[in-house]
């Protein structure tokens, strides 16, 4: 999870739903151990502008289960959301989180899918489930360092 550690700048979409029409994103992403270094601390903070007037916000933790020997993942937002993940870890480039995400009195499985393309490039994708059992793509962003 190293990989993460750092200033990484992010442009992307967030694809029309029941959160707000389709819009471009640009964001800023910083991660970095906390906690004895037992803690991988990622923000990403979208920037505000007249396509996205509501910028998103996010601070995520990381950290590892021994028990379960799994990733875990600690999730809030600016808009009062939050989740709690776990991952198998990294399946070759793919690294895959899934769990129940809140907002409001609404819950719901999520899935971040994080894909490194080299040390200084990612992206990543957030979805949910959609009506037909499969997964709904709600925003995407590449990230590079």
Not at 51 to 70: L, R
Request: aromatic share 12%; net charge negative; with cysteine.
């Amino acid at each position: 999870m190293s990989g993460f550690v750092g200033t990484w700048k992010c442009t992307g979409k967030s694809f029309a739903s029941e959160m707000g029409p389709e819009h471009a994103t640009t964001a800023i992403v910083t991660g970095k151990w906390i906690l004895n270094a037992r803690w991988l601390e990622i923000r990403y903070t979208e920037d505000k502008n007249s396509k996205n007037p509501n910028p998103f916000a996010v601070v995520a933790y990381w950290g590892w289960d021994e028990g379960k020997k799994k990733l875990v993942a600690g999730v809030v937002d600016n808009m009062g959301g939050y989740a709690t993940q776990e991952s198998s870890g990294w399946n070759g480039d793919e690294l895959v989180f899934e769990g129940p995400s809140h907002m409001g009195s609404m819950t719901m499985n999520g899935r971040d899918t994080f894909t490194r393309k080299g040390d200084n490039e990612l992206t990543h994708a957030f979805f949910a489930p959609d009506n037909a059992g499969g997964w709904k793509k709600l925003d995407e962003e590449t990230c590079k360092k």
